[in-house]
């Protein structure tokens, strides 16, 4: 049984970093992309950041320049860092592995929350 689990969490003040980690385990197929979602109160979830296979990286526009994905490949574990926080930036955060059987998973969420 496939599990993810995320750690990193937490309160922080704006202009504040912190990073967030995901492990996977219990999959015998190698991993595609690995990215983090997030969704805030009464909004829908939305894409973060990604990173293929041979690590390249996509962000939201709205972390660009601020946020950092990377990935471990012999970990199964994929990295957010997450520096300038802003209160916007407030939301619980998940995870997601996409695997090479066609199978994704999702993280159980990590929440964030940026005081102003």
């Known amino acids: 049984q496939v599990q993810l689990v995320e750690s990193g969490g937490g309160l922080v003040q704006a202009g504040g970093s912190l990073r967030l980690s995901c492990a996977a385990s219990g999959s015998i197929f190698s991993s595609n992309a690995m990215g983090w979602y997030r969704q805030a109160p009464r909004k829908q979830r939305e894409l973060v950041a990604s990173?293929?296979?041979?690590?390249?990286?996509n962000y939201a526009d709205s972390v660009k320049g601020r946020f950092t994905i990377s990935r471990a490949n012999t970990k199964n574990t994929v990295y957010l860092q997450m520096n300038s926080l802003k209160p916007e930036d407030t939301a619980v955060y998940y995870c997601?592995?996409?695997?090479?059987?066609?199978?994704?998973?999702w993280g159980q969420g990590t929440q964030v929350t940026v005081s102003s």
């Open positions: 997601h592995i996409d695997y090479s059987d066609g199978m994704a998973y």
């Open positions: 990173i293929t296979s041979g690590g390249r990286p």
